[in-house]
């Protein structure tokens, strides 16, 4: 008897069909309790608080270009107690005629309560607006500055270049005081520069041959101080010729220069009281294009044969072409340029090269003008005080290296980021 029922339990159609609808609802009723639970948490869970209190400030020394942004924390922002939610701060710009709100960089850590924005364009008002991030993505409703927005300001005084205020005075006074010494007839002492002093005996070599003087004054126009260092030696080449007699050429890349080169050369010979054998063909103009210029000067050479050739001024590919021509004609070439990648082309292939400095010291050295020997001499001093804030700075440097100090550091950064440097 217990055989039979125990056979039927199990063959029940009843408690097949049974089975069979569990399995089936099985999924809606799991279905249904991940909603039932994922609702409950929506309402546990409250939306990221924003933070607040959003303020606009100019930071001191503005140059016009810097505000700096603050704000209070997000009340979800408490790190290492419960509820901490927030990851970062969204930092947003917009112009506020406008309205259009764009990212300003990298958002700023959670705990940070300011921003610094750099390199704003100058004339316009702006505002902010700051969202608080949570580690899931969630974002908060965004905290507004003011909507009148503020505009970045100029100071008048940058506070941490003070120090330049005193170099300058210090620099000024040496050069006053040289040149109250050369206008007393005061011998300054000015390194010889060979190059220069070469200038007398290429233009009279030229006198002696019967040859021409060619004077190249760069490619580049007036605008550049390299080609207005080249025209004021001019007018002490060209003073010279005249005195010689010599026949001089000056073609120009640039009209202006070939004005200005004019000028130079017609006051030069009035000087040296031979205005009757000036001509406005001694400066002429060729052309603009740098290698049809170089073709011309390089073609001159090799078929006039310039006793002496002078290229003081800005020089670029061009320079060991013609100072390989004129080499190979024999003549006499004094360089000066203040472009380093040409220097060692003049070297190598000029008889006299005037280097960096000595290439715009030569007005002085050739005139013997009070006023441009003592600024001369001025300069030398500026130059002795850097050399002398360098040593301080490695001096500086190597002790607090030495002995970790921080008040050594930071004065070593002020000397390398403000004094010698930018920050």
Known sequence: METSKRFNVRTSPCMRLAAVCVLLLMPAMVCAQDAADQQAADIDVPPLAPPSNVRIEIPPNNDGTQLKVFWNLSPDDRPGEPGHRVKEYRIERADAAIGEFASVGNPQPSTVMEFHDRKLPRGVSYVYRIIAVAEDGA???????????????????????????????????????????????????????????????????????????????????????????????????????????????????RSLVMTAARETLESAYLAAGRPDAYHDDMSYYVTDEQFGYVAYLTGYMVRQKPAACFYLGAFFAESLMLAETGNSIGAIQVAGTAEPAQLPFFVAACDYTLIGEEFFAASAYLSGEPEQLGTLKGQDAGKIIGAILLVIGCALATAASVTGSEQLAAATNYLRFNVLGSE
């Not at 940058?158 to 010494?181: E, G, K, N, Q, S």
């Open 139 to 253: 974002r908060s409703q965004p905290a507004m500055s003011d909507a009148a927005g503020v505009r970045p300001t100029i100071h008048l005084f940058d506070t941490r270049r003070a120090w330049f205020l005193p170099l300058t005075l210090l620099v000024c006074f040496w050069i006053v005081y040289f040149v109250y010494l050369a206008r007393k007839g005061v011998q300054l002492k000015i390194r010889k520069i060979a190059g220069l002093e070469a200038v007398d005996e290429a233009v009279g070599r030229a006198t002696e041959m019967g040859r021409p003087i060619l004077f190249v004054p760069g490619i580049q126009d007036m605008n550049q101080i390299q080609t207005v260092a080249g025209i004021t030696i001019l007018a002490h080449i060209g003073r010279t010729a005249a005195e010689y007699d010599a026949k001089i050429e000056v073609p120009t890349s």
